[in-house]
């Protein structure tokens, strides 16, 4: 078992940054990929981005890329999500995920991810 809790959302201007936190507790943390989504009012949750077990490998949404960065400390059991220029469109909450993975796949599908912590709320006024 895998508990996933968030932190550092909030309300932001156009154009600002947040960085999200994604604290891990449980079972080794660095076995597991990790992955962002999002969910916003009315919408379907989108993925945003993931980061293999080691950090080495990373993918992003068209949406997102060059704007925001996945990384991870495993020694703090700690995922992050560094989010700058944002948008009024980049309001949602925001769920980081875990999926046992021993190599350097990293998934965008919702459904290949095993743990889901509760969210955090972003929102970017404009």
């Known amino acids: 078992q895998v508990q996933l809790v968030e932190s550092g959302g909030g309300l932001v201007q156009a154009g600002g940054s947040l960085r999200l936190s994604c604290a891990a507790s449980?079972?080794?943390?660095?076995?597991?990929?990790m992955g962002w989504f999002r969910q916003a009012p009315g919408k379907e949750r989108e993925f945003v981005a993931a980061?293999?077990?080691?950090?080495?490998?990373?993918y992003y949404a068209d949406s997102v890329k060059g704007r925001f960065t996945i990384s991870r400390d495993n020694a703090k059991n700690t995922v992050y999500l560094q989010m700058n220029s944002l948008k009024p469109e980049d309001t949602a909450v925001y769920y980081c995920a875990a999926r046992y993975e021993a190599g350097r796949y990293v998934s965008s599908l919702g459904g290949e991810y095993d743990y889901w912590g509760q969210g955090t709320q972003v929102t970017v006024s404009s």
């Open positions: 449980g079972r080794t943390f660095s076995s597991y990929a």
């Open positions: 980061i293999s077990w080691s950090g080495g490998n990373t």
